[in-house]
């Protein structure tokens, strides 16, 4: 029954943001209804009686300068949050990137979402540096443009040397993807300290790192891309996900501060950032609770997805803040709401996410 209602509501909202709020369907009707050639309005009126009547002409009319309104400001907020997130730009970058010169560096690529952007990359003709600590995947032979490095990415030492490496053997990154991530369910009380620095390390702490190794060079030409891999977990704290949630509020810090010195310290306002927010994606963490996500009108995503969004955003050579599925949005609102609507949210997500960790024993 919640899966009936949700998928309506959605379906209602699609439509009103595709037809009603679609700025040039509404002011092209309301044109047609108030100005509109008198042979035109003659048709629609015999067409449609209650137009006839002037008090339902006057309430269409109105309604449709309503629509139009608020189709107007939700198109022209798009465009502000996509020039504010490109340091106010209105020319493309798109002439100062040529694919098949490009070298990216991806962590964490040897595997999952890595993995898949790595492969869409070389097809667009990118050299890729690959960093992680597991070898080469089978699916990854055999490509000329894929390069692997055996780096982990938690050792600020070796992250250095391996980007000295890469300069000497392929030249300097223009694009950097910090993908690289772990994630377990477990609550406080059960989180090693082996763990818990781990994932710190690996999900926050290589962030300055891999940035710190390949941004200076980026800074020289003002062009750079740099991808901060998120999540919507970024704007909330679920129970036994405490370290994880933790890591991905961090790295969006992280990611903002980022944009912000390279307008104001490093005057290098076209290297472009992007940070990207999935929400549930497909993976072994979740199967426990797979169908009660889904139930609840949650749809996964894929893997493909994400990789897919990512180098949809590379290849627009501009920055963004990116929700995967779109209106996960949402849950960048979350910390505005009134304290109750917040805590029953993050109950429900909560709740979902027990069945995948053991129970606490006392003593
Ligand atoms: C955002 O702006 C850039 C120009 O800086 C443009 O190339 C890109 O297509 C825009 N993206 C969207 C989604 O409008
Ligand atoms: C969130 O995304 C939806 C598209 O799914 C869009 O219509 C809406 O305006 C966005 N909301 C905000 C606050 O950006």
């Given at each position: 029954m919640a899966l009936v209602v949700q998928r309506l509501s959605d379906l209602i909202s699609l439509s009103i943001s595709h037809i009603a709020?679609?700025?040039?369907?509404?002011?092209?009707?309301?044109?047609?209804?108030?100005?509109?050639?008198?042979?035109?309005?003659?048709?629609?009126?015999?067409?449609?009686?209650?137009?006839?009547?002037?008090?339902?002409?006057?309430?269409?009319?109105?309604?449709?300068?309503?629509?139009?309104?608020?189709?107007?400001?939700?198109?022209?907020?798009?465009?502000?949050?996509?020039?504010?997130?490109?340091?106010?730009?209105?020319?493309?970058?798109?002439?100062?990137?040529?694919?098949?010169q490009e070298i990216a560096v991806v962590t964490g690529g040897c595997g999952g979402i890595g993995e898949l952007v790595v492969k869409r990359l070389v097809t667009k003709g990118v050299k890729v540096a690959v960093l992680d600590i597991h070898g080469l995947s089978g699916g990854l032979q055999g490509y000329s443009n894929v390069h692997f490095f055996s780096c982990d990415v938690t050792d600020p030492a070796a992250v250095k040397s391996t980007a000295e490496r890469i300069r000497a053997t392929l030249g300097s990154p223009t694009i950097l993807i910090n993908n690289a991530g772990i994630v377990q369910a477990h609550s406080i009380l059960d989180t090693s300290d082996e763990w818990l620095r781990k994932i710190f390390d690996v999900n926050l702490l290589s962030n300055w790192y891999t940035v710190k190794a390949f941004l200076p060079d980026m800074i020289a030409k003002n062009k750079g891309h740099v991808v901060t891999v998120a999540s919507t977990a970024s704007f909330s704290g679920i129970g036994l996900m405490a370290d994880y949630c933790s890591t991905k509020a961090g790295v969006l810090a992280f990611h903002e501060a980022l944009n912000q010195e390279l307008k104001h310290r490093y005057n290098a306002p076209k290297i472009l950032t992007t940070s990207v927010h999935p929400n549930w994606i497909r993976t072994p963490l979740i199967e426990p609770f797979e169908k009660a996500l889904v139930a609840a009108g949650n749809p996964l995503l894929e893997p493909e997805d994400v990789a897919d969004a990512i180098v949809r955003q590379i290849e627009s050579c501009s920055g963004a803040q990116i929700f995967l599925p779109e209106n996960a949005n949402r849950s960048a609102l979350l910390r505005g709401l009134p304290s109750w609507a917040q805590e029953t949210l993050r109950s429900g997500v909560s709740k979902k996410i027990l069945p995948s960790a053991p129970e606490y024993k006392s003593g």
């Open positions: 709020l679609n700025p040039i369907l509404t002011a092209s009707l309301l044109w047609v209804l108030t100005k509109g050639p008198p042979h035109i309005r003659e048709r629609l009126f015999s067409r449609f009686a209650s137009l006839r009547d002037p008090r339902r002409h006057g309430q269409i009319v109105k309604a449709l300068k309503w629509f139009l309104a608020i189709g107007l400001t939700k198109n022209i907020n798009k465009q502000l949050s996509n020039m504010s997130l490109n340091a106010w730009r209105l020319k493309s970058e798109r002439n100062r990137w040529i694919w098949s």
